[in-house]
């Protein structure tokens, strides 16, 4: 009994002086507070993980919703639910999208459900997840998150005209920067084949902005030292022929009808000629009967003239003589003919290819600056007229403004590359497309509607109708380049500029880069690949499709 109270007051003591111990304490508070501590950062972690994760959502809703808002057809309505099958379709497109780009912890595997609604000019997209806990997982699995994105399309009215450079060089990709044109069937890594998928996803865009039918056209203008105004034109009163017809015909001498009067003026003369062999001169000719010639086993024969199936006609005919010819196959220009004391007829206007070059004069621009102008042709001023050429790489024709969205697309499926560069003149008719008078006549103008010249090249101009030679870059182009660029923007045109500039190996293009409207509007491209997302921020940016959350 003695001894147990004995230790009970020795246990009693080491308790009362259990407080007043310093290094006891300071363990004791260590190790109870520890537990709350790491719970604390390890929560921390898992939120900040979330939250990347929630920014990672809200991305991938934007590229979603972008996706939806860019196509060219859409109901007016779909609300959150929908079955009918064309908001079915366009809520597929989205999710495609979001699980495409939602990857953060495996997202995409838990395959987390959009609810969209669409009205006349946005589209909203929501969704939520659960990411998993890594170091709070026992007490906490999962955090909640959700995400919302609204795109919205603009109202107003938008003119649009692609100024695309149809140029040999756009054979070139980034694998083959030296490939030669032309290339008809370009493979999908040139130059050319990008832009045409890039044109499309953008006629798209300008298609799905439009609220109403008309409210938004576009014209495509392929260029490469001509522009094509289409050959059927050919009637037209602005089309100049003077220099088109002193090389697009044939040379003769009709008054010739002997070989020594047309030998005696350097033609060339060709012997007239009998319809029955052997037979070399006109009276002969024509006083020889058809001879019938019976088939050795009966039943008819055949004559020494054709067209005679009976030995009595056969033997009543006689031959006929074509006379003798007089040409100056040699002369390919109106002056060679006429300095040979010749006759040139000029070809039918209606065998014109439709391309046309700048206008001016044979000798430069005119003082009237009609080349760098959107200026109506004048009557009785050849220099304002457009003078028609036979250039052998003559482009796809041009496309006046119109919203007519599968013809547009047609054309740009028919560009070729081949040629050389002239970027002025693809710009001067990207502003005659957007201009109310002759060439291109385009419609009044309707309130509240921006026009826009889009241009695309890849390269430096080189030859025009007057100045560079096909393969040096022209100073002489790129004054004239300059000026165009300043006058439509006087104009109140809009202008973006794209340099394709493989792997950078030609530099800035300093005259492109001055022709936007400002610094935002020009993109140097360095790779084929980045021709599609250029022109997809172009298409936002003029469509005011946007994020505005």
Known sequence: MGRSRKLLGLLLARLRAFPRAAQGNMAMIFGLSIIPLVLAAGT???????VVARSNMGAALDAAALAVGRQPSKPSNCAAGATDTACTNLKNLAEQYFLANYTYYDAAARAAGLSMTI?????????????????????????????????????????????????????QSDSNPNAGSPCPNAGSSTKIAALKAATHNLLNMLRSASAN????????????????????????????????????????????????????THGTWTNGRCNISGITDQSTCTSTHGTWTANRRGGGGSCNISGYSTSSSCQAATGTWTNGTCSFSGYT?????????AVWTPDDHSTWNGCVMDRG???????????????????????????????????????????????????????????????PIGLVWGWHALSQSD?????????????????LSDGLNTQDRWYGNGSDQSTSVDNRMSAVCANAKADHIIIY?????????????????????????????????????????????????????
């Open 333 to 341: 220009t109106k002056t060679d003919c006429q300095n040979a004391s």
């Open 361 to 423: 004069t044979d000798s430069g621009p005119d003082s009237g600056n009609y080349d760098v102008m959107n200026t109506a042709p004048v009557s009785g001023t050849p220099a304002s007229q457009f003078p028609a050429e036979q250039y052998s790489s003559c482009p796809q024709a041009l496309t006046t403004l119109s919203y007519d969205w599968d013809t547009l697309s047609s054309e740009v499926d028919s560009m070729v590359a081949n040629g050389s560069t002239n970027q």
């Open 439 to 455: 060439p291109l006549d385009a419609p009044t103008l309707p309130d509240n509607t921006t026009r826009y010249i889009i241009i």
């Open 213 to 264: 039918p008309g409210d938004v056209q576009a014209a495509i203008i392929p260029f490469v030292k001509d522009v094509n105004v289409n050959r059927a034109n050919y009637t037209k009163s602005w089309i100049d022929w003077t220099d088109w017809d002193s090389i697009n015909g044939s040379c003769s001498v009709s008054s010739k009808h002997s070989q020594s009067s047309c030998t005696s």
């Open 497 to 549: 500029a794209v340099f394709v500039d493989i792997g950078g190996t030609q530099g800035n293009s300093t005259v492109l880069q001055n022709c936007a409207t400002d610094a935002s509007k020009y993109y140097d491209l360095t790779s084929t690949s980045q021709i599609a997302n250029a022109f997809n921020l172009i298409g936002q940016q003029i469509t005011s499709l946007r994020v505005s959350r």
């Open 119 to 171: 009205t006349n000019q946005s589209v909203v997209l929501t969704t939520t997840d659960n990411v998993p806990t890594q170091i709070v997982k026992w007490i906490r699995p999962s955090i909640a998150i959700n995400n919302t994105t609204t795109v919205v399309w603009g109202q107003t009215k938008l003119w649009v005209s692609l100024v695309l450079d149809n140029t040999g060089s756009m054979c």
């Open 44 to 50: 921390g972690m898992d939120y900040t993980r979330a």
